[in-house]
């Protein structure tokens, strides 16, 4: 299964957020997240994230697709590094 | 087609970027827009959206996938409006 995560949480969960994010997901630009990933180590992913955000003020959009091969990306301007971000 | 977008453009271009968006795609949240949209629309879009960003350092991803029936999305949190966003 194949993930793009975006979210736009508080200013002061935001690192926890990405923290846990990257132990699942790949980096790809501000408040986006992607990869392939099981279900099982989704369900963990999202319980773990659920645990941080404020449902009040917070919001993650999961979108699955089967196959990463249903997507095609593209890219306008910078393709940023993770490194860009937090160095 | 169903394209997910999501931008990460400097805040002096943001607004400029947001009101083209709006204009062909569905404001989800911060940085993330989708929709519906022919290849045709599609094109006019980011055509209008590469006169708009700094290539050096900004930047746009597109998703796109040949039918919304791909993608299920799952949201954690508060679904917030465009209304919350810009009110």
């Known amino acids: 299964m194949y993930i793009i995560l975006t979210y ?4 002061k969960r935001v690192n926890k957020v990405r923290k ?3 132990k699942y997901l790949t980096w790809t630009q501000n ?3 992607e990869g392939e990933i ?4 989704l369900h963990k992913c999202l319980n773990e994230i659920e ?5 009040d ?3 993650v959009y999961i979108y699955r697709v089967n196959t990463q091969k249903f ?3 593209e890219v306008i301007g910078k393709t940023k590094s993770f490194d860009d971000m937090f160095l």
């Open 8 to 11: 736009d949480v508080e200013i």
């Open 20 to 22: 846990h994010l990257k």
């Open 31 to 33: 408040s986006v997240f």
């Open 38 to 41: 099981t279900e099982g180590r």
């Open 51 to 55: 645990k941080i955000v404020n449902k």
């Open 57 to 59: 003020e917070d919001s």
């Open 71 to 73: 997507i095609k990306k």
